[in-house]
């Protein structure tokens, strides 16, 4: 195995009993986490006054090893198997991937900062802007997240329908801002003097968050305020149902998959060492729990009735294996 | 083709890829989507006072599309495959649908307005509604969302258990509003002076908002509210469930709609071309995404054992196809 | 048919399409919605001074309505066909219904306080709470709602999952209370004095109502507070989890049930007129509505493979009735 | 049977008709109600001033008793069937097993406090928090729910994703934390002097708390405000998706392993004496009601189409068992 090989193994696509890429793994875990509690303990003056130092060396230090990291990445990506074809098209579509841009984008921050220079950034403002950018480092972390796939998967099947709910969202808001801007505009002309200003009354009492700081007062206004609060609790549901159902369609596909797999692997009447294989691969692949796989595997052979024996191990089937 | 016909192509019933329709599609949104913006910026005293005038002549310019829009639908609303009959009644009935009537209340208001004229608005409120009735034009925008198909059709089937759910509500409503202004009346006699005032403090605390200025302070009164906000909770958990349950039973409908006709189709072995751009069209009318309609297509052939190849393009099945 | 029978008929068990049994439910659907307005008004006191006579003729006339009807039900509820058995014992157990209770308390507080009198009710506050038990005529209202019927029984199906959920809640509720008490009692003596006081927040906080006038001020009381309110969403997530498994399961379950008694019907080959009504009554009870059953239908004869023609009228079934 | 078998069948394994372990089980429950309600009073002073020595007393009597349960059930766990193996291995698992550790934790803080004594806690601040870690033995009661089985089950099941949720939650805090410190500083130093003072804010705001303490007042904060408690609804409906969805599969594969059971059951025509005994256990077990269980049964027998008797009574059916 070359060196590149073995970098691109330990980096993406180490085996999970593989101890030198485990260390890896948790090493930048670690790093970014601690990058995270940095960045916002510095904002914080009197550690920031006591401890600038030693905020500004682990900066260096971070950017060093993401630097690195990034570059082994660029250099190492051609080895992994799902990544085909000429080096330099495959290194651009690297950097030009999810995950490639935001490892980008957790040291660019730094370079564009020091090249410019703290002069570029005239206001206070824009300087908190540009030294919190490197908090997007958290988003490296979506990496090593597996669970995060599933609920990636369901928000892009049901995007369509999250999408139209939030357009009848977005209806209700104007439509309240202009309701208790018609209702409270002669009483209150301050807080809601025109729509855009009604609009921040209307999205704090529509999602249920209600400060308290703008709160209608005439007797119209507030029964305006009631029905309005009242659809908030639609409001609140909406994503909610639309996910459910979603996550559990999701759940529900993903069993279908694996089940197909093991009745056709079952076809034969026992289960192949190789065709074992593939389905725990699949079992992986498809996030399906081991009790969960056990079930399928006692359905199906009860469904096409092949005996009273398991058809992977050839041992008896006892009713023990059935209760949870 | 005549001219009527392209008419009623181009703003109804265009085929996906027509340029000019999507044209038309992609204006007539902008539009709409302009107008509301500048409607809510209009209403803003420095922008009014500065721009009015681009505001006005924006508003002349978009009824004057608008009604021409309304005019050319009107008239050729007659060509569409869905309405048949004669023109007259066609057309009326057109009218009287609801995006005929949202079109027409779109238009509507600034003709009444205009005719009428500012004398017969005698207040600033008046004269605030009249002018906001404009943003109805949003509800336009309805007939571009196919998405919202799927939730209109969830919240009519959920409507009864929805309404019976909504009158739970009431009750507690009803009933908090009275158990509050008992504790409360004697030490905050003017926020719980008589039971509708309280109302405005019962609806605002179980829905969740809570702004805090009326806020019961008697021993009694707040475990009183102790228990309406935990019922609050429940009142915001019935909404999300029933409409859970029916867009997952929705959806799985409309799964077991297309999956009986793929089986229709696949009963003589393998699926016709005729057919198969059937179950494209009602595919699509289901809005069923194809990596779904693609899993039924394997699911239907796996159960009724068609061997082992696509009975619809007849190359033989690898497992490649089931794992997604 | 006696008079008794007619009565016990128009009152509780009409066909839905007699006229004189719908005014009767109309009529007093319209006096307990008018009643519980009345009461919401005459607690607004320049109403009160202006309308008291007004009111008090209409709470009289109400009274001698329900009396009238209570005395009426407990008169013919022998002759309903679901109530067998002697006289006494069927009239007592109507007394004990739920639906009994319920009647009787909406005329009781009345009697009560006519003949015990003002004097007895030494407080203003008794005098609210007397008059205010008028309210719950609203309950009479259940009798005539059909899909409340749904929500009761997922919730009673579900109770022990509830109740567990609630215990826990009852849980955090406590150990939220005792946490902010040790951590912001030094602060603010006073408003986190004791547990019982500091519960006052832990509720208002656990449920993400939120009013602000207590609020915790200290580092270690915001970080708590913080982890109190997320801690809040998931109780907000535990009912609507629940119920939306209970929703879907209990409409499942019903689909279920009809779902057999349309195979069975169509063991035959053909519905028979008489499996026909009985299959009708049953979705009524079941609260499916006819496009869902006619999908049942569809989909029973398509597994069994009854030919192409429809069991139930003999013509041909064509695609055009899968399709919604 | 020994004695310290009747004192291990009283303690956790009587049957559900002992009259005796029931009254263990009431006393026990009611000891532990009794000692949440006498600490929380105990902190309210006029109390504690007044009932102090009774207080006390009832405290010492509680940890006589729940000491002298400690040690019986210390005693008698070896004698548990679900138990076996060498008695001092037995035991220390015991004390091992999160029951055991509970109440382990329901007892020992008295006897360190009182070991140690009142000079050890300096502050007022521990001497709080000292007293209210007996309130951690309300854990006890969970002993006592069989329903919290099927909430925890659901819990470990889906805890992979609520854990990727939770942390989207974090990443969204820390993001909300940085924006709005970012817009605000300049206007509110103090509200938002640095990141983690934001995050009070940012936390009370994503979960729709909204105490209204702490609010933005610039444009520009407002607006991002908006936005974040837009993001908090889909924070609220992240877990009542994940959990509904979960609670759904739950339910539904416990009814499928009791339907595996009733099947093979049947497999002979009709239930045994010894199977039917069998069958009640696994669905006290499951926790199935007897509805879902004769419903599981009409149907399994009405698939395996075994007649028009039932298997396990030999009557024939008749519809009116099928109807809810």
């Known amino acids: 195995m070359s060196a590149r090989q073995r970098v691109a193994e330990l980096l993406e696509a180490h085996q999970p009993n593989d101890p030198w890429g485990r260390l890896v793994d948790y090493f930048l875990i670690g790093l ?12 914080v003056e009197p550690l920031a006054a006591r401890y600038g130092g030693f905020f500004w060396s682990f900066e260096v230090f ?42 980008l984008l957790a040291i660019a921050p730094f370079y564009v900062f020091y090249f410019i220079g703290a002069d570029a950034t005239h206001s206070m403002l824009m300087l908190r802007l540009f030294r919190g950018l490197r908090l997007l480092r958290l988003f490296k972390l979506t990496r090593y997240s597996p669970a995060l796939n599933l609920m990636i998967s369901v928000l892009r099947k049901e995007a369509g329908v999250l999408a139209a709910a939030a357009s009848v969202l977005l209806f209700m808001l104007v439509l309240a801002s202009w309701g208790i801007y018609v209702l409270e505009k002669d009483i209150q002309p301050e807080e809601f003097k025109d729509i855009p200003t009604a609009m921040w009354w209307a999205v704090i009492t529509i999602t249920t968050v209600g400060y308290g700081d703008v709160v209608p007062v005439s007797n119209g206004g507030r029964i305006f305020a009631g029905v309005v609060s009242l659809v908030g609790i639609g409001m609140m549901a ?10 559990y369609r999701e759940v529900h596909d993903r069993n279908a998959t694996y089940r197909r797999a093991v009745e056709k692997a079952l076809e034969a009447g026992r289960i192949k060492e190789s065709d074992a294989e593939e389905l725990e691969e699949l079992r992986d692949k498809l996030g399906i729990d081991s009790e969960e796989a056990m079930n399928t595997l006692i359905e199906v052979r009860h469904v096409s009735g092949s005996g009273d024996r398991c058809p992977s191990c050839g041992r008896p089937f006892g009713e023990g294996e059935s209760a949870q």
Chains 1, 2, 3, 4 share one sequence.
Do not use: H, K
Not at 64 to 87: I, K
Not at 238 to 247: H, K, N, V
């Open 32 to 43: 970014i986490l601690a990058n995270v509690v940095a960045i916002i303990l510095a904002t």
């Open 238 to 247: 909406l994503p909610a149902a639309i996910l459910a159902s979603g996550f």
């Open 62 to 103: 971070s950017i060093a090893v993401f630097t690195l990291e990034y570059l082994l990445r660029l250099w190492s990506c051609v080895d992994l198997p799902t990544r085909e074809g000429q080096p330099p098209m495959t290194r651009l579509r690297w950097m030009l991937s999810p995950l490639g841009l935001i490892d």
